[in-house]
């Protein structure tokens, strides 16, 4: 019934977010994606066959993920899925994936529970970013032994999984490790003001705050608390990473300030600094964390596709489950026995708006 | 004592940024007794004019602010001639209806242009740029210019509404287009009026909030805008002071809350008062409970 | 002074006026007359400008009025106390009358005619404060007369003036009526209280489903057995 | 034997005193005309005998079947569902809905069926629906409305609305009956026409009947008693002679010559 | 009776169309959203279009339903569990619809509909903060337990008994409350009775949607439950004719057909179905159907139209 794939063209889906409440990440994703498609593409794609996208919209409603993965495996007949972006779209898909035999793969999705949960591994999901507790855990550690503080104050996204992933996992290390967690306070996606909170927190005694969440509220969070006089170490995570986190928290108040990320721009690696350099002139102006792990989940998936024995969504994912040492824009890393990708963090230090050093912490 | 004080600025600044878009809210909900949802797109238009104003054109704050509420006035007008005037003799709900897509339509035809991701202000420099440190307390110029603008707004608007000839017309459209019509009024032209000052309101809001918290994104006009809407029920929608105490009121609610109390339960509480509220003042703190005559 | 020509009107497939012609002269109290759905109201609305024709035209002191709206129309002089009374429910008695007199500016004039009106509904006055809306019936039908009389028109449509009003009043409107008319206002009345209306009438028209049938001077009408008969009982 | 005493009841709005300590007695069976001048608080006092207002002190009792059931503080439609029926001064019909459907509406109370048969359209429900809808299309009959009972309310002409309104408040089984102005809008003829009628149906449902009305040749001619309020204060009441001659009414309402109305 | 068989022959043609495998599994996402839609559309116009009052909290009874059927499964993951899911998640719906209905009933039009949505908004921010519902990250791995019998099941069900329901003298209460609210409680209707009845019953379905979501798509958290569902929901009636089923059940075809048309635009999408939006209202401000219905007998008129001018030819 479908129509079969053209006999010199493979098909890719797109499935994701790009309109409704988190419409910037996957629009952010795709951007990096399609970049990717078009470099491979402009090279020969994969044996003389060129890729092709099948993108669609998922509305940021899981529900809509779900339906259209059955459209992208069922009817379009494509060989892989990427995307969507957030955690909650891409489970959904995942039930889809099993029954279809088409691997899955996310740039962002990064709750524990996407690629393996209670019941065993998802064989048909793979991500390629940290997971939750990974960089929770990480940047925990990081406030306890780099920076030596123990009395943390967190104010989490408590509107995506995100936040509550990286909230959950960051207080129970830092409490294990023998810190206290002073306050916790939330706020939702797309708030402008953070005063009352961090009037409330003001007079406490604290010595770092941690926000799990995205640059877009964190930049603002980072100008008002400076704005109020508070004056501690501000960590995050790679939700932290764009080149907006400067303009909306403003360079004097970016002091201080210090979150995980998969690659740094101060990196001197020549694939870095290639993609940078690419991104701008297709896009006129700076990636962040979402173009670039876009990036590399689409070659990601194409390097899966090209090992590929069959050109069957069965032997792309045995391909994909056998990446080892792939080099991609956010670090080089191998895919473990639990679909996730093993890399290295970096822990980024912002002084006076600019970067000033990178520390990698490894696993 | 200090921390209540700067909650105090704090609540006093929120609460001007949602009775400012409450007030245009109030309007247009007064003459066409419309849930205008397109209003706080309107916002966001107004904002991204200003946006490109400053970091585009170079131009100051003010010139900025003109052009914006100048634009957004011309977009409410046409919205209302394009969209809303070929309803008039349809039911509220389905103009409600239009007024939705009239919301998509803005947001993701923005979100076309310029894509979701977030753009971020100029910084401001000179006066605008200072703030006033009291022992702890810090207020700063934008938070008072905020304020300001907003109260002389405020002020304008009721005087215009309650002792103008325009302002006569456009209670007596509200209530009856025909009659107004029979008293020799132009029907069209005032409804076009008052979504005009409705819009430059709005307008003058998202350059506001883009120069004061420094951040915009196509769809940064719905949460706000829902909050001001409730602000303007909150008050008795339809009466001007009402939309500036429920704008006040509410930024006081949510700073107190997320000051004091569980920051995750904000919003529930700002709802749960609403809804108390309105259970014991069925039409708003300051609305008249009205019973149809039988 | 107003001629109405051929006037067709629908309302969605109902054909509620069909060819209707009439003629009001400068000077005169015409009165339209018939049973309830006759198109009475109808004939109102389409020359004041609240309902469009699908043909014919109206001429206003000459010119061709047909495609101007209702309030261009009362520029020019007209005024309408609608069916239903429309008053401005929300507003106060005193707001409804200043709003009749919305396009005139001598402030002067407008205090005077305020006390005019005054004076012929003294309950008016006593109520100047109170919303319309709460007025009862026949206060409400007062309202909307006196502030069809703030405009000071030189024609003035009346839709029913005398319903709901205690028999004192009835009597009161008629008075006024020709008191208006004798200071040089133009009236076309359309009334169910037949026997007084045709009483000040210098000409009347009677319709039927959605056409004139009859046409006369007041007391011609009064005499015809069938007007007698479908109109005034008894 | 009375049917329905209304002690000395007030109703205040703001500074207004629209009803003030008005008392009155209806006999079983009688039509009793209500007139005052505009704005007398006619309609006000038929809004507090129907619940629409609360009365702010007084007392309203209706004497059904030898027992006394106080209506004050009741809600409208418990009121209603005690006997007593009423049509608006301006016409409330269910606008949008059919003559017919106007007509079941009301008839509600008699449907016994809960709504487990509702949801199913179990035996119960299609027995009382075929009664109530052949019940309501005798009622519409007298009004000579049956023929119509598929045409929208709104689309009848104003006569028939006025008719269709009375038909409405019959279906609701009344042993009282209020009407509020039922012959304002309508010429001699049709307001005869409205006479004969009235006359009909409360032979034939044994009503008790009050109505409002400054149509003098209708309230003449058929009340056997009427009360005049003036500012919401019953001032007389008597026979229609009596009143016809009374100097106060005459002054506050009739005018002098009330031979021509 | 030609119901009965025209039910039973849409089930079997789809469930055979299923099982040869002519309707793929998008297909049958696309009529599993048809059919919640449908559950959710027509039993909000009970409330809105029916009874008249405003409501924008439709997302909110529906999330308590699917959460509390989730829930349940987790827990029982058979059919008795999806079942019990389903009812207990039904009532608890209506409970809470009920509950609201009684306090909100002196409100009216706008005000009505901010308390509505408020209330809702309520209810959100308490599943976003609880334990059991896992906050943002929501419930994961929901056994998926609708197929088309289910789906089929539940939506007639629902369908016919609100139908039927309107059809009786209950539902003629409803409607006369939207007519004129004062005029209905003179002639005897209880309306504030019939206020929460048609809240409670519109709960009731709204919560049997949410959990047939629930148990279809695998994954549930707070923020799909959010004002613009309840808006969707909305679009729906308002599209179909307010006082319609059928209206409903057209709209929420129709929708699903545009949606999955505009899906080869994913970047214009939203401004197609924007523009879309406003063009119906302005050419069809009452809705599709108006206050109208189909109903069988005009397709047999329709059928019988045909055969006679066959006989005719
Ligand atoms: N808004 C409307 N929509 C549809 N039909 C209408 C409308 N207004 C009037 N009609 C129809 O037009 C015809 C004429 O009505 P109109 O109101 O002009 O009569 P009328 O002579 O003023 O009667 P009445 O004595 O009842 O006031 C009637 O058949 C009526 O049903
Ligand atoms: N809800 C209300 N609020 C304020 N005043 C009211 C209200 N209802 C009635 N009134 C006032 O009470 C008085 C009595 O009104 P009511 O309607 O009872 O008069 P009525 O005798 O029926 O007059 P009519 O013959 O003109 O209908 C009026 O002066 C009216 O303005
Ligand atoms: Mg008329
Ligand atoms: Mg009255």
């Known amino acids: 019934s479908a129509p079969a794939g053209n006999e010199d063209e493979i098909r890719i889906g797109v499935n994701y977010e790009l309109s409704g409440g988190v419409a910037s990440y996957g629009q952010s994703s795709v951007d990096g994606i399609e970049l990717a498609i078009k470099q491979i593409n402009e090279a020969g794609g994969v044996d003389g066959k060129k890729i092709t996208l099948v993108k669609y919209d998922n509305k940021s409603e899981p529900a809509e993920a779900t339906t259209l993965a059955n459209k992208l495996m069922t009817q379009d007949n494509v060989v892989a899925v990427i995307g969507p972006a957030t955690s909650g779209a891409f489970k959904s898909q995942i039930p889809v994936a099993e029954q279809n035999k088409i691997p899955v793969a996310s740039g962002s999705a990064t709750a524990d529970d996407v690629t393996v949960d209670a019941s065993g591994v998802k064989e048909y999901a793979f991500r390629i970013c940290f997971s939750d507790s990974y960089q929770g855990t990480a940047m925990a550690n990081f406030a306890l032994n780099n920076l030596s503080k123990e009395k943390a104050v967190v104010i989490m996204d408590s509107s995506s999984d995100y936040g509550k992933g990286l909230a959950d996992n960051f207080i129970k290390t830092f409490e294990e490790g023998g810190g206290t967690i002073v306050a916790h306070e939330s706020y939702v996606s797309k708030d402008t003001d953070f005063n009352a909170i961090l009037t409330s927190i003001r007079g406490q005694d604290f010595d770092v705050i941690f926000i799990p969440g995205y640059y877009e509220e964190a930049g603002l969070i980072i100008n008002q608390a400076r704005a109020q006089g508070i004056d501690v170490p501000i960590i995050g995570a790679d939700g932290f990473d764009s080149p907006e986190l400067v303009n909306l928290a403003g360079a004097d108040a970016l002091n201080d300030v210090y979150f995980s990320n998969h690659y740094s721009s101060l990196d001197k690696d020549p694939i870095v600094v290639q993609f940078i350099e690419d991104f701008k002139k297709e896009y006129d102006r700076e990636p962040d964390a979402f173009n670039a792990l876009g990036y590399d989940v689409a070659k990601f998936v194409v390097d899966g596709i090209s090992r590929a024995e069959k050109l069957d969504g069965e032997s792309v994912k045995e391909a994909l489950e056998s990446t080892t040492n792939f080099e991609g824009v956010t670090g080089s890393f191998s895919i473990d026995e639990n679909h996730n990708a093993i890399k290295a963090i970096k822990v980024i230090e912002l002084q006076n708006g600019v970067q000033e050093s990178v520390i990698t912490a490894g696993q | 004592m200090e921390g209540l004080l700067q909650q105090i600025v704090n609540g006093i600044t929120l609460g001007s940024i949602y009775a400012l878009m409450a007030l245009g809210y109030t309007m247009v909900y007064g003459i066409i007794r419309l849930i205008n949802f397109a209003h706080a797109d309107i916002y966001m238009i107004g904002a991204y004019v200003g946006y490109y104003c400053m970091s585009f054109f170079g131009l100051g704050f003010l010139p900025s602010l003109i052009i914006a509420m100048f634009i957004c006035t011309l977009l409410g007008i046409i919205i209302e001639k394009i969209a809303y005037r070929p309803l008039r003799n349809a039911t509220r709900i389905s103009v409600l209806i239009t007024a939705i897509g009239v919301s998509l339509f803005l947001e993701y035809g923005t979100m076309f242009f310029v894509t979701a991701n977030v753009r971020t202000y100029p910084e401001m420099t000179g006066l605008l740029a200072r703030t006033i440190k009291m022992g702890n307390i810090v207020i700063s110029m934008q938070q008072i210019l905020l304020v300001s603008i907003t109260i002389v707004l405020m002020i304008l608007l009721q005087f215009i509404v309650k002792t103008t000839r325009i302002g006569k017309a456009m209670r007596a459209v509200s209530m009856d287009k025909d009659a107004a019509e029979l008293m020799g009024i132009n029907v069209d032209s005032t409804i076009s009026f008052t979504f005009g000052l409705g819009s430059a309101l709005a307008g003058a809001a998202g350059v506001l909030v883009g120069v004061y918290y420094n951040s915009i994104n196509p769809l940064m006009g719905m949460v706000p805008g829902l909050k001001a809407f409730i602000a303007a029920v909150f008050g008795g929608i339809g009466i001007i002071p009402g939309a500036m105490i429920g704008g006040y009121f509410i930024g006081a609610v949510e700073v107190l809350v997320a000051g004091y109390g569980n920051s995750m339960y904000r919003d529930a509480v700002v709802f749960g008062i609403l809804i108390l509220v309105l259970i014991v003042k069925p039409s708003g703190l300051l609305g008249k409970n009205t019973r149809e005559k039988v | 002074m107003l001629e109405i020509n051929n006037i067709d009107v629908h309302y969605g497939v109902i054909h509620a006026l069909k060819g209707v012609s009439l003629k009001v002269n400068e000077g005169e109290i015409v009165v339209l007359i018939g049973a309830n759905g006759a198109g009475k109201t109808t004939t109102l609305r389409t020359i004041s400008g609240l309902k469009m024709p699908t043909g014919g035209t109206v001429l206003l002191n000459g010119a061709d009025i047909t495609n101007m709206s209702a309030q261009q129309r009362v520029k020019m002089g007209l005024s309408h106390v609608p069916e239903g009374r429309r008053i401005f429910a929300g507003l106060t008695v005193l707001e409804n009358l200043e709003l009749g007199a919305y396009l005139r500016r001598d402030k002067h004039e407008i205090s005077k005619d305020l006390d005019m009106v005054y004076q012929r509904f003294p309950i008016l006055r006593e109520r100047r404060r109170q919303m319309a809306g709460t007025l009862s019936g026949g206060e409400q039908q007062m309202l909307a007369i006196g502030r069809a009389l703030m405009s000071r028109p030189n024609i003035l449509f009346l839709d029913e003036p005398s319903m709901g009003l205690a028999p004192l009043l009835v009597q009161e409107i008629f008075n006024i009526i020709q008191d208006i008319n004798k200071a040089g206002t133009t009236v076309l009345l359309v009334e169910q209280n037949a026997n007084m209306a045709l009483q000040i009438a210098d000409r009347a028209y009677v319709m039927e489903t959605g056409s004139i049938v009859i046409s006369g001077t007041g007391s011609e009408l009064m005499k015809s057995d069938d007007i007698k008969k479908a109109y005034l009982g008894g | 034997m009375s049917i329905l005493k209304v002690n000395k009841i007030t109703k205040s709005f703001g500074g207004l005193t629209a009803v003030s300590k008005a008392s009155l007695e209806l006999e079983k069976g009688e039509l009793l005309g209500l007139i005052g001048p505009n704005g007398a608080g006619k309609t006000t006092l038929f809004n507090l005998l129907t619940g629409i207002y609360v009365p702010d002190s007084g007392a309203i009792n209706l004497f059904r079947e030898g027992e006394e059931v106080a209506l004050h503080g009741l809600r409208p439609h418990n009121i209603c569902k005690a006997g007593l029926a009423r049509t608006f001064q301006n016409i409330r019909l269910f606008k949008d809905l059919t003559v017919l459907e106007n007509v079941r509406i009301a008839m509600n109370k008699n449907i016994k069926y809960g709504f487990i048969p509702s949801f199913f359209h179990l035996p119960s429900y299609r027995w009382e629906e075929k009664q109530s809808i052949d019940d309501s299309i005798e009622l519409l009959k007298i009004f000579n409305l049956d023929d119509k009972k598929d045409e929208l309310a709104k689309n009848l002409p104003y006569g028939e609305q006025r008719h269709l309104e009375i038909a409405r408040a019959l279906a609701t089984n009344p042993k009282l009956l209020l009407l509020d102005e039922p012959a304002a809008g309508m010429n001699p003829a049709e307001t005869e026409n409205l006479t004969k009628i009235i006359g009909e149906i409360r032979e034939e449902f044994d009503l008790t009947i009050l109505l409002i009305e400054h149509d003098m040749s209708l309230v003449m001619k058929i009340c056997e008693r009427i009360y005049v309020l003036d500012h919401g204060m019953v001032i007389a009441n008597g026979t229609p002679e009596e009143i016809r001659s009374n100097k106060r009414v005459i002054e506050a309402y009739l005018g002098e010559d009330i031979n021509d109305a | ?313």
Not at chain 5, 65 to 82: D, E, H, N, Q, W
Not at chain 5, 112 to 138: C, K, P, Y
């Open chain 5, 1 to 313: 009776m030609k119901k009965l068989i025209g039910l039973g022959l849409t089930y079997a043609i789809v469930q055979i169309l299923i099982m040869t495998n002519a309707i793929t599994g998008y297909l049958q996402a696309t009529l599993v959203t048809i059919c919640i839609n449908i559950i959710l559309a027509v039993s909000l116009n009970l409330i809105t279009g029916f009874t008249g009052q405003f409501s924008l909290g439709h997302a909110g009874f529906m999330s308590i339903g699917a959460y509390v059927c989730a829930l349940i499964t987790m827990r029982v993951p058979t059919v008795y569990g999806f079942i019990l899911g389903v009812l207990l998640g039904a009532l608890a719906a209506a409970l809470v619809g009920c509950l609201v209905g009684l306090p909100t009933l002196r409100l009216r039009g706008d005000y009505l509909a901010i308390a509505t949505l408020g209330m809702s908004e309520i209810i959100r921010i308490i599943f976003l903060n609880m334990e059991i519902t896992n906050g943002a990250a929501g419930l994961n791995g929901i056994p998926q337990f609708v197929n088309w019998t289910w789906l089929f099941t539940f939506t007639v069900g629902t369908v016919l008994v609100i139908s039927n329901f309107i059809k009786s003298a209950h539902g003629r209460a409803c409607i006369s409350i939207r007519e004129d609210e004062i005029a209905a409680e003179a002639m005897g209707i209880n309306t504030i009775k019939y206020k929460v009845v048609s809240f409670t019953i519109g709960a009731f379905c709204a919560g049997i949607a949410g959990a047939l979501y629930a148990s279809y798509f695998y994954f549930l958290k707070p923020d799909l439950f959010g004002f613009l569902k309840s808006v969707d929901v909305l679009v729906i009636v308002v599209l179909g004719g307010l006082g319609s089923i059928s209206g409903s059940i057209l709209a929420a075809i129709l929708l699903a057909l545009i949606s999955s048309y505009l899906q080869s635009f994913p970047e214009i999408r939203m401004i197609l179905y924007s523009l879309t939006l406003i063009a119906i209202m302005i050419f069809r401000p009452q809705g599709l159907m108006g206050s109208k219905e189909i109903s069988l007998s005009v397709f047999s008129k329709w059928a019988s139209g045909l055969k006679s001018k066959r006989g005719r030819v």
